[in-house]
């Protein structure tokens, strides 16, 4: 019995040291697919980590998708193996137009796209700037397309480059309601925190109706 239980240990051993050894001998994704959203070439700001696409890929024993999600500046990043792919924004996922047809991407090594897409509005010639302590922007809000309303125009101040409406990443906020297509100007007074912090960077959102994602200006430090 001593003989048949040390062989059975030994051959379940060897048996877990051959599948371990298999298991180290799968090559790991190594190549970054890397890449912006953006309208005429122009990165969309958005929420940080909270717009996403899915990639989808045949093989590797995996057939749902692959979640990528969007940084504050519009960027992304992903390692995958190389092949081919096909990328399908999700509907209703950030500040655009449901008009976006799926993509297929080849990556073969690093790889480098961009993701055309057309939001509702746009924001230019902005301008923050901390003046004493008051935080004073101005906003060109443009309109790209009239399927859906602006519903409020804010200016969020916070200690680090996610700032945004959500996840607590701002310290102060004022809204702006209702908004101009064109010209518009918002100022918050921040003396209650500005010794608190080294660092304070501010930005300007706009919130359309019906969407909870909302598309922002570059984000810019004024401390």
């Known amino acids: 019995m001593r ?11 060897s048996m877990l040291l051959i599948a371990g050894c298999s298991l180290d001998n799968y090559e790991e994704p190594s190549s970054f697919l890397t890449g912006k ?18 990639l989808y890929q045949e093989g590797y024993g995996k057939r749902g998708p692959i979640p990528v999600y969007l940084a504050f500046d519009g960027s992304f990043s992903a390692v995958l193996f190389d092949g081919a792919y096909r990328l399908e ?3 209703n996922n950030g500040p655009w137009k449901n008009d ?10 690093d ?3 961009e993701i055309d897409v057309t939001p509702y509005y746009f ?19 443009s309109e790209v397309s009239s399927e859906r309303k602006v519903r409020q125009l804010f200016l969020c101040v916070g200690p680090t480059r ?22 518009n100007s918002i100022s918050v007074d921040i003396s209650d925190i500005i010794s608190e912090y080294d660092m304070l960077y501010a930005r300007l959102g706009l919130q359309m109706e019906g969407l909870q994602e909302c598309i922002y200006s570059d984000v810019i430090r004024i401390k």
């Open 3 to 13: 003989k048949n239980k040390l062989f059975y240990t030994v051959a379940v051993t």
């Open 89 to 91: 924004i999700i509907d």
């Open 100 to 109: 976006i047809e799926p993509m297929d991407i080849i990556v073969n090594g």
């Open 123 to 141: 924001l230019t010639d902005v301008s923050i700037v901390l003046n004493g302590n008051e935080v004073r922007s101005l906003c060109n809000v």
């Open 162 to 183: 996610f700032i945004s409406d959500q996840n607590y990443s701002y310290v102060v906020r004022r809204n702006l309601m209702p908004v101009n297509v064109g010209g």
């Open 111 to 113: 790889t480098d796209i």
């Open 37 to 54: 959203v953006a309208f005429n070439g122009n990165s969309i700001g958005l929420s940080h980590g909270k717009v996403s696409f899915n």
